[in-house]
């Protein structure tokens, strides 16, 4: 089956930039999510991409596909210590659009002033 | 104000009893999911509804009961039949479009003493 992994920690200082990287499998996969997840709450999609475009920027969030190498990261620019957090990388299964989402592990994001 | 709403926060459940996880939504979605979250594990789909009075099992969907009478609404059901319950559990919605967002509500906090 489908399959998403990312590293499951990340410490940086604030201020600093963070780059948080994902692998897939699917190669039908027609959009990418990014989603973040503060402690004891729900998901908050914090952006996505789609398949055709190698990179998407929402102010200080990047987002880079390299669909060849099935890779994807999220920069944070000028991070801040309210972004500590779990991050999710996701990928809507079976090239679908919408909910039906295959998950990475998360990565713990953790920013020290 | 628009979104999903999970009950209650937090649920203990004596081993063998069955238990009832609710979801509303009011965003006049067609699907609704739910997802189970263990530390270090991401989300895993348990269940999912595209339309009412249908739905279709996820990855993980042994031990666990859903139904979908009417659009707003998605209760999940822990059977005694599940053998590892405690778990961080999370209902989301989403219409079915291109590009559609999936919204996640704050989840319920699953504990079995």
């Known amino acids: 089956g489908e399959d998403v992994e990312q590293s499951l920690f990340l410490s940086v200082r604030e201020g600093d930039s963070s780059v948080i990287n994902c692998t897939y499998t699917?190669?039908?996969?027609?959009?990418l999510y990014w989603y973040k997840q503060e402690p004891g709450a729900g998901l908050q999609l914090l952006t996505y991409?789609?398949?055709?475009?190698d990179m998407k920027q929402d102010q200080r969030l990047t987002v880079l596909l390299n669909k060849k190498d099935k890779h994807l990261s999220l920069r944070i620019a000028d991070t801040q210590t309210g972004d500590s957090a779990i991050y999710f990388c996701?990928?809507?299964?079976?090239?679908?659009?919408?909910?039906?989402?295959?998950f990475g592990q998360g990565t713990i994001l953790t920013v020290h002033p | 104000d628009g979104g999903i709403t999970q009950s209650p926060k937090y649920l203990f459940r004596k081993e063998g009893q069955n238990v009832t996880l609710s979801c509303e939504q009011n965003?006049?979605?067609?699907?609704m999911y739910w997802y189970r979250q263990d530390p270090g594990q991401g989300l895993r789909l348990i269940y999912y509804?595209?339309?009412?009075?249908?739905?279709q099992k996820g990855d993980i969907a042994e031990g666990y009961s859903v139904s979908r009478e009417k659009k707003e609404s998605f209760p999940l059901t822990v059977t005694s039949a599940q053998k590892n319950p405690t778990a961080f559990y999370l209902c989301?919605?989403?219409?079915?479009?291109?590009?559609?967002?999936?919204?996640f509500g704050q989840g319920t906090r699953l504990t079995v003493v």
């Open positions: 989301a919605s989403s219409g079915l479009g291109t590009g559609t967002e999936a919204f």
């Open positions: 699917d190669s039908s996969s027609t959009y």
């Open positions: 991409i789609f398949s055709n475009m």
């Open positions: 996701a990928d809507a299964a079976g090239g679908t659009s919408y909910g039906k989402l295959t």
């Open positions: 965003l006049n979605h067609d699907a």
């Open positions: 509804s595209q339309i009412v009075n249908d739905f």
